[in-house]
């Protein structure tokens, strides 16, 4: 030790300049001899401070001036953007704890409590996802997000399925964040579509409408976006194909029809079309086909009827002579009035 002891009159000991040892808390605050930064003196602050060490130390001093920092501070220099960090613990709980162990780990509990009243450990996943879909006003940045960017939290729809739809439901309360809710609309509006089968076409119209008015706001939720109400989405071009069928579509003559189409009928065709182009699976295919039974069936079976009557009348266009078919048709299958109907009704499942 000999040799050391004449290093405490050489040596120079880096101290406070009333004698005391620097802490961390007195570096980063005193005005004298410190970096004078302007920090909260609460316990929260005290513990993100040194949680944060390894990475404030290579933190320009200039970015800590300009105002008070507290805990949300100090944390945010190990998770910059804690909402990302939330629904990315949220698509992976397990995996999120395992890689952010350690002072991360702890920087992400102390947003979470501080921001959104959340223990992630102690509360989980399940409770996120129901204060997400209650629409609790901290949470709406939360689901703002996850709206712009849920390709990025493909597991995040799960967690929410999980949240309980509210016991008593208020007649104007916001259900659209429930996927439950949504999953629940589409089993309803399934049966409700399969159950026109038989219907008349004026029946067929206004249950349509009915459902379209109950059930299109759904085609601005989320889960549309996501592909999630196929069913919703189908109501669309159903309840045009609706309209459409309700106006009465003929002419004294056969080009008087043929202009009409081009006009304005053709997108009846069209509209039967996109009414299925978006299903997936045989169920939702049988109940669309079945309201197509009902609606747009009939509508061509009467536009065939009446093209057949036209060309016998007349002829078919640029020709003189009435040239009627040898036999009639078998089954379901129309006369072509040019191809239209036939391809229309082979879009329906058995026909």
Known sequence: MQPLAELQYRGLFWSQLNGRDWTLNAFLSSSRGGLNLDLSADQATQQAMHRALDVLIDTPVDALKGWRLEA????????????RDLLTWMNDPEGSAQEWQGARWDAFSSRCKADWKLDPKADGVL??????SEGRREWNAV???YQSGWRSFPKVIERLRLASLPVVQDLFADLSRYPRRNDEAEDSLRSSLAGLAGASQTEAVTKLQGLEQEHGPRRRWLWAQMG???????LEPLTRLAVLTGKPFGGQHLEDMIDAYRAEFWRADAAARQALAGLRTKADTDAVSAALRALYVPWLEEANQRF?????????????VVKEPATR?????????TGCATTSLRILPGF
């Open 72 to 83: 949300a501070d100090f944390d945010a220099l190990l998770s910059s953007d804690p909402i």
């Open 127 to 132: 409770v996120a996802a129901e204060h997400i």
């Open 143 to 145: 689901w703002e997000r």
């Open 228 to 234: 999630q109400a196929p069913l919703a989405q189908a």
């Open 308 to 320: 057949q009557e036209l060309v016998r009348k007349e002829g078919y266009p640029g020709s003189r």
């Open 329 to 337: 048709p078998a089954g379901n299958a129309c006369c072509s009035w």
